[in-house]
């Protein structure tokens, strides 16, 4: 009996499961080696010892809870408890099954328990559970319809968000088959898919059009062959997903880029694309027609000579960096030097250049265009000197010149004596060879970097610049003008080939000399001191040389006194506004140009001409141009209430130094709104001469406020020095015809021609033409016969006070152009 005692205890002992008894105190009174192991403890320091004495109190409480559930049981008792792995830190799971221990008399004796360990059950338990919970999310947020079928066809299973999406509701799918269910060719198109996962264990692309009620949805097939057993027919998972919003956006990619294709073939330009190895990708037929397909060609694939190479490489260079260039160069194009304004611009996907775009225009005829006009506009056409505009410009640089540098300059103003003794006695076409003569002389007898003009008739203009490095200056300009008058008075040989007729002639010349040096003084009042100093040479008796004298200075003590009363006139405000009518072809009034008038209380009327260059110097100006907008928006506000002027347009003449002034824009659109005059009806006269700074600033200024409706003329059009290049981008409504140009249209070839070209330059940019000045009608037929729609002169009506100007508009309303000219 002891040898079987021993060989349980021996067998307890070694058993591979913990194996513990407790006395029905709670006390342990065996443990095994693998009871001890796993509560990492010997058994001399288990026995006799309780839970608390072992465990923390969170799991001694579970555990003596556990042996007061077995003891109420009285029999049998499982529980699962997680305990200190004490090998390695972490926790294990065991599943403890409980008895009670009953000696003979049936009474309770102790507590048996035998332990598993199913932490790893436990852990593969809890990964599938977590695999379950995956599926199951991601079946919720599938958003494909998922079905199982058998290779027949058969639906076997269905999971879905979108009911809507499906042909038939899940209940009614199972069972049957898909062409049971679906339209024929759809059907197929299953059948097909089903196949080829059979064969090839998935199938993907898949595509069919269906009708459901209320739209017609685009669906794709994803098939993949599900494992089954040997004794199942072949079972499928078929994803079906709703592709019909990207079969829209296909559909609408292919008609953008059928669009764009017709627009990019069509277009009046070179365009192209490029990779980013410089493969060209893309072209219209433009390209083709001018160098021949280009489509898989780099740059130095072409016929591009080694400068235009090397340009073509640096500018591609900058734009696969990210930049976009705009350039003008010149090209062979079939033959022909052509001139091209090319544009290139990187192409971006998602922030990533992916290659270039170009469009080159063909830009020949525009600068041949451009040529001319500057040529009309800046240059006299007999002698080809630079005419009286381009005159005071240069005169202008010469002055800030001379006050930059501290250097004197001189002016000088040359007129032939006798000359219309000359023109009355052999003609007009003598007097243009003597003036043709005397240009080339003027040239030969000045250094580089001086300006040779005609001032216009028999007056010529030499500006000298830095006469002081050869010491006294008024000494050089002495020197200068009289080597001129030197070369003038040699004679000329004028003849007129047609008649044989040959003149020697000899010219003689008054010249006036102005000396400057940049400070307080303008062009203009330079150039009068020099014809005073003309005048004062032929009253010398001609054939002489005079300089200004300063006794001449009156006139500047005229100016500091008019200074004064012009700063006095705005503070009392001395001003009114005329009206000058601006008519349409049909000779209805569409509006009129606001002219400032000054009332002197002592001189009477003051014209502009005496005090806006004056007020512009003085910044006099800014107040002065507020009051003239405030008064022009005023009157609007009050033509805008009647039915028969609400249409009217009032232009005002806006000078640089307002227009410049930081707070122009804020202070227009507030006076648009506190007078409620409509900002349609104002039009801002701007002049040429606010084009030569900062084009890019009165660019922005004027879009800024074309953005509110308010409308820009560019004033005596033709007058100034602005390239055509910034006319095309400034946000004008009309170009305005100087006067200068219409006074002589009808005689003057030069101004004829101007005319004709401003006409023709406002029509191809859909800008209106409006002709200042029209006195007479043949003007105005004249004018009419170019393509100019809108006038405006002295042949409609003078500048008129506002009662008399609306009481001009109630005569003459519904009179035609014919009945005015009357």
């Not at 007898?445 to 008024?474: H, Y």
């Not at 008019?562 to 072809?585: P, T």
């Not at 006067?739 to 021609?753: E, G, I, M, Y």
């Amino acid at each position: 009996m002891a040898d079987a005692t021993i060989s349980r205890e021996v067998l307890l002992e070694k058993l591979a499961a913990p194996v513990f008894v407790k006395n029905p105190d709670g006390v342990y009174r065996y443990a095994n080696e693998m009871a001890c192991l796993m509560f990492g403890r010997p058994g001399s320091e288990i026995i006799g010892r309780s839970d608390r004495q072992l465990f923390g109190s969170e799991l001694a409480a579970r555990m003596k809870a556990c042996d007061d559930r077995l003891l109420a049981d009285g029999e049998h008792h499982a529980c699962e408890f997680v305990l200190p792995d004490f090998r390695d830190g972490g926790e294990r799971c065991y599943w403890i099954v409980r008895q009670v221990l009953r000696n003979a008399e049936g009474q309770v004796v102790g507590l048996s328990s035998v332990a598993t360990d199913i932490t790893e059950r436990k852990r593969q338990e809890g990964e599938l559970v977590a695999l379950k919970n995956k599926f199951a999310a991601t079946l919720q947020a599938l958003p494909d319809l998922m079905f199982e079928l058998d290779i027949e066809g058969r639906y076997l299973d269905c999971h879905t968000q979108q009911a809507v999406l499906l042909a038939a509701m899940p209940d009614n799918l199972i069972g049957r088959t898909v062409h049971e269910v679906l339209p024929p060719d759809v059907a197929d198109t299953c059948i097909r898919a089903l196949h080829e996962a059979l064969d090839n264990g998935i199938s993907t692309g898949q595509q069919f059009q269906l009708a459901l009620p209320g739209s017609t949805r685009w669906f794709e097939l994803s098939v993949a062959q599900k494992v089954s057993g040997d004794d199942h027919l072949p079972h499928f998972i078929v994803l079906s997903r709703d592709i019909t919003d990207r079969k829209n956006a296909e559909h609408a990619l292919r008609e953008s880029e059928s669009l764009m294709r017709a627009i990019v073939d069509n277009t009046p330009v070179e365009f192209w694309a490029r990779d980013m190895e410089g493969r060209c990708i893309m072209e219209n037929a433009l390209i083709v027609e001018h160098w021949g397909s280009l489509l898989g060609k780099r740059p130095q694939d072409t016929d591009l000579d080694p400068e235009e190479m090397a340009l073509w490489q640096q500018n591609n260079q900058r734009v696969y960096a990210g930049e976009v260039v705009e350039a003008e160069v010149d090209y062979w194009v079939k033959g022909q030097r052509r001139v091209f304004n090319n544009v290139i611009a990187p192409i971006k996907v998602d922030g990533q250049i992916i290659g270039i775009v170009g469009f080159n225009q063909d830009i020949t005829d525009r600068k041949r265009n451009e040529e001319e006009i500057h040529r009309l506009a800046f240059y006299d056409p007999l002698t080809h000197l630079p005419n009286r505009r381009l005159m005071f410009d240069r005169l202008d640089h010469a002055l800030v010149g001379s006050a930059r540098r501290q250097r004197h300059g001189a002016l000088l103003l040359i007129d032939l004596d006798h000359f219309k003794f000359l023109n009355d006695t052999h003609g007009h076409e003598i007097g243009d060879r003597l003036l043709v003569e005397v240009a080339q002389r003027l040239k030969s007898c000045i250094r580089q970097g001086d300006t040779a003009a005609r001032l216009g008739g028999d007056e010529f203009v030499v500006i000298l610049e830095d006469i002081d490095g050869a010491g006294d200056s008024s000494a050089q300009a002495e020197l200068i003008a009289e080597n001129i008058q030197g070369a003038l008075n040699h004679p000329f040989h004028l003849a007129r080939r047609a008649e044989g007729f040959s003149l020697d002639y000899h010219c003689a010349s008054s010249i006036g000399i102005a000396l400057f040096n940049g400070a307080g003084i303008t062009a203009e009042e330079l150039l009068r001191r020099a014809d005073t100093a003309m005048y004062q040479a032929k009253a010398a008796g001609r054939n002489t040389l005079c300089f200004f004298d300063p006794a001449m200075q009156a006139a500047v003590t005229q100016r500091a006194a008019l200074e004064v009363d012009l700063r006095k006139a705005i503070d009392e405000e001395q001003f009114h506004l005329s009206y000058q009518v601006q008519m349409d072809e049909s000779g209805r009034p569409t509006g009129s140009e606001a002219l400032l008038r000054w009332a002197h209380p002592a001189h009477g009327m003051i014209p502009p001409a005496r005090f806006i260059s004056l007020a512009e110097e003085t910044g006099m100006i800014i107040p002065l141009g507020r009051w003239v907008l405030a008064t022009a928006c005023r009157q609007l506000a009050r033509w805008s209430q009647r039915p028969e002027t609400a249409a009217l347009t009032l232009a005002v003449n806006i000078s640089a130094r307002q227009f410049r002034h930081p707070g122009f824009v804020d202070e227009l659109r507030h006076l648009l709104a506190r007078t409620g005059a409509p900002a349609g009806c104002l039009k801002l006269e701007l002049t040429e001469s606010m084009l030569l700074d900062d084009i890019e600033s009165i660019i922005g200024r004027m879009d800024e406020l074309k953005g509110i409706g308010i409308r820009f003329s560019l004033d005596d059009f033709g007058t100034g020095y602005s390239s055509l290049a910034y006319l095309k981008r400034l946000p004008l409504n009309q170009l305005k015809i100087d006067q200068s140009f219409v006074r002589d249209v009808l005689t003057d070839p030069s101004d004829a021609a101007i005319a004709e070209t401003i006409v023709a330059l406002g029509n191809s940019l859909g800008l209106e033409v409006i002709a200042e000045g029209v006195e007479t009608d043949d003007q105005r037929r004249f004018l009419a016969d170019l393509g100019c729609r809108n006038y405006q002169g002295y042949l409609f009506s003078q500048p008129l006070p506002l009662p008399e100007f609306e009481a001009f508009l109630h005569a003459g309303a519904g009179w035609s152009v014919d009945r005015q000219a009357q």
